[in-house]
């Protein structure tokens, strides 16, 4: 999986930005065949895959995990967009860069907060007050 699917791989392992935080699942020993091969078919999988293993309701916290990621990307556009208009330092300017970088990145990946919610949602709540910070100044 990892030769094709990297960017995937590494947020499951926790390693995505030099980060060390795992996804749960990964930690709990969980690997790609659990959840993207059903009937020796390589998937991928809907919401319901997660009944599998976990009880009845546990497939709406997907879909709450895509609503909030969803959010903090919308979130980090609109502070993007604001920094556009600032007079910026050279610093500031390579900082908005990356952060841009990074949101495109994950804005590419539509189901990537499934592959490690927390790490997904610690990054971009990360760079929104970076931002915000940026702006404020």
């Not at 065949?33 to 919401?47: E, F, L, N, R, Y």
């Not at 609109?78 to 804005?107: G, H, P």
Request: a neutral charge.
């Amino acid at each position: 999986c990892e030769n094709c699917h990297n960017f995937q791989t590494n947020v499951y392992k926790g390693m995505y930005l030099d980060k060390n935080q795992p996804d749960f699942m990964k930690e709990g020993g969980v690997g790609c065949i659990d959840c993207h091969v059903i009937s020796d078919k390589v998937v991928k999988p809907d919401t319901k895959v997660c009944l599998k293993c976990h009880s009845a309701g546990y497939d709406e916290q997907m879909i709450d995990w895509k609503k909030d990621v969803s959010n903090l990307i919308n979130d980090a556009n609109a502070q993007l967009d604001k920094a556009k208009n600032k007079s910026l330092t050279e610093e500031q300017r390579d900082e908005v860069k990356e952060i841009r970088k990074i949101v495109n990145q994950i804005s590419g990946y539509p189901s990537i907060y499934v592959h490690n919610y927390d790490l997904i949602s610690t990054v971009l709540n990360g760079k929104i007050k970076k931002l915000k910070d940026i702006n404020k100044e």
